[in-house]
């Protein structure tokens, strides 16, 4: 499972659609401090369907909508896409006959967030399993925040375990256990 495409409209400082080829092997972002390098990971992280505000260095849930600077409005409403290959086929059974995913999530204002997979409404948990298993959740040790390390020395140990997990890729079967105890 690859990423080869990241779309944005409306995400944080990226107010006018962008799209962001990605490429085999290294991607490098550069730019001045400020230009939205890290709002770029966040995107990422978003549309793998992260719920936690802290790991978006947000308040609440809408504060990813672009939020208006002195020439320009607000906007109410915030898009991002991630276009995924699939022919290795490592997608769970129901969206696997696809040779490409493009999973997208939006959010407006005072209407929440939703989710999509080629354009099938899907829950957050379907995203979430989807990347999990693939080994590249919203929460993946791949994907490192400012402080994470410090954090993660100084966690308790069950939280240290669930991110050795991730790392082994067992998440999406621990996920899926709590949702079969639930039903
Ligand atoms: P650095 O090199 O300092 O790490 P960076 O390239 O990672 O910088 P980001 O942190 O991604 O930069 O971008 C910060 C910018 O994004 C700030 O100018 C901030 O005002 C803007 N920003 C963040 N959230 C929003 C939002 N909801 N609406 C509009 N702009 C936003
Ligand atoms: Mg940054």
């Known amino acids: ?33 400020g230009c939205g390098k890290s709002n770029l990971l966040e995107a990422l992280r978003w549309v793998m369907g992260a719920t936690s505000a802290k790991s978006l260095r947000g308040g609440g849930m809408e504060d990813v909508i672009f939020s208006g600077t002195d020439s320009r409005p607000a ?21 696997n006959e696809h040779d490409t995913l493009e999973v997208v999530r939006r959010i407006t204002r005072g209407k929440g967030s939703g989710y999509t997979i080629n ?6 948990k379907d995203v979430q399993l989807l990347f999990a298993d ?33 790392a082994a890729g067992v998440a999406g079967l621990r996920a899926r256990r709590r949702e079969a105890q639930l039903k």
């Open 1 to 33: 499972m690859k990423f080869t495409q990241l779309r944005l409209a409306g995400f944080k400082s990226f107010v006018d659609p962008t799209e962001l080829r990605i490429d085999a092997g290294l991607t490098g972002i550069i730019g001045p401090n």
């Open 75 to 95: 906007r109410n409403h915030a898009e991002v896409t991630l276009v995924v290959d699939n022919s290795d086929r490592r997608a769970p059974a129901r969206f």
């Open 119 to 124: 354009d099938e409404d899907v829950r957050a």
């Open 134 to 166: 693939a080994g590249t959740g919203a929460n993946s040790p791949a994907l490192v925040r400012q402080g994470q390390i410090s954090e993660l020395i100084n966690a308790k140990p069950e939280n240290r375990r669930r991110v050795l997990e991730e």
